[in-house]
């Protein structure tokens, strides 16, 4: 077997796998604090686009008003990039994003740069004008376009999904084979050979870390180096964490009188579900296990190291933008479950029990 059709077996294994193992595989070696990230711009994005929808005042807290003009302007079925970063192929870096749907996207006249090395926005110049209909479906590629928006910019750009980069490298090789390109188009063969090396190289690390069991010792790896960031090694000062809003919301949830000095027991199932474990499930456990009796000035929040407390407040005010929304307990355990992508708490029978003799 020739070693050209051997890098491009492996850059089309890398890139069918790149729709179904290779996003698990990308999940399995993010942090669970990375997923949550990812899930909180994404709700961010959500309720912005109701707030601009919303007929009623105060429907969102002010917390959820800061999200990017750009989320705000971008049509509601349009995915947004959340995650922006660089990759070198050759002599060409170039940017890439994640979008709230999952998808890989590298920018159109970005693909263009890859392959002849002027960035230019029409790509089907370079499939529709040479030989490649025996190799390529080009009606196909021109219909999986897809146009985002990008933070912080006011316009849409458009992309491909980087596997596609694979499929189009791929036929100019096929079609180099074959005698087929000018001398021309034999330079742009010459570029997609560079891609397909530089991505059979990065897929076979990765599915080799699959195959053998290696990316669970990164996810291990990768858990001791989160729980690093937020878990300090002893208790620290007492400090506020939670405001007044937080406590006076869950009463007013709970039609109950609110009282500093006696707070209800089962408050404080809801600031692990609704706070920690939503945070993070790992630091959740974690807390638990470090503090498992707390109590005024033993609180869990004095474990954290400064990032911790950071991101604990980051999400207190999320949940309190939905508090403001709801109108009871049971509206706010729905409402949570759907913005947050968790399962809703369910209460017990000893709970309610304690909510009816509270009132």
Not at 203 to 219: F, P, S
Request: aromatic fraction near 8%; proline fraction near 3%.
């Amino acid at each position: 077997m020739r070693k050209d059709e051997v890098l491009r077996m492996a850059a089309r294994e890398l890139s069918q796998k790149g729709a179904s193992k290779g996003g698990k595989a990308r999940a399995s070696v993010l942090t669970s604090e990375e997923r949550s990230d990812i899930a909180r711009r994404a709700v961010n994005i959500r309720w912005a686009r109701a707030k601009g929808a919303a007929a009623v005042e105060g429907q969102v807290s002010e917390s959820l008003d800061q999200v990017e003009k750009t989320i705000l302007a971008a049509p509601p079925d349009m995915p947004v990039s959340l995650f922006q970063g660089e990759l070198t192929i050759g002599d060409v870096t170039f940017p890439c994003h994640v979008l709230g749907d999952g998808r890989r996207v590298i920018a159109q006249r970005e693909v263009v740069r890859l392959l002849t090395g002027v960035a230019k926005g029409n790509l089907d110049r370079y499939l529709t004008t040479t030989k490649l209909s025996t190799y390529l479906n080009v009606d196909r590629i021109a219909k999986q376009t897809v146009r985002f928006a990008i933070p912080g910019t006011q316009f849409e750009a458009t992309g491909y999904e980087g596997t596609l980069l694979i499929e189009i490298c791929d036929a100019y090789l096929r079609a180099r084979e074959d005698g087929v390109l000018t001398g021309q188009q034999n330079h742009l063969a010459k570029k997609a050979e560079i891609i397909i090396r530089a991505c059979a190289k990065v897929g076979i690390i990765a599915l080799i870390d699959e195959a053998t069991g290696y990316q669970a010792v990164r996810q291990k790896n990768a858990l001791q180096l989160k729980l690093q960031a937020f878990i300090a090694d002893e208790m620290q000062d007492w400090a506020r964490m939670f405001p007044d809003d937080f406590w006076h919301e869950l009463a007013r949830l709970e039609h109950v009188h609110y009282s500093p000095r006696s707070r209800p027991l089962r408050w404080g199932r809801y600031v692990m579900a609704f706070v920690y474990d939503a945070v993070d499930k790992d630091v959740g456990r974690e807390l638990r296990k470090v503090n498992p009796n707390p109590h005024f000035r033993q609180n869990h929040h004095q474990w954290l190291k400064t990032f911790g407390r950071d991101r604990v407040r980051d999400h207190l005010n999320q949940v309190l933008g939905v508090m403001k929304t709801c109108h009871d307990m049971s509206d706010f355990n729905r409402k949570f479950g759907h913005v947050f992508k968790k399962n809703p708490l369910q209460l017990t029978f000893f709970d309610m029990v304690e909510n009816f003799s509270s009132n």
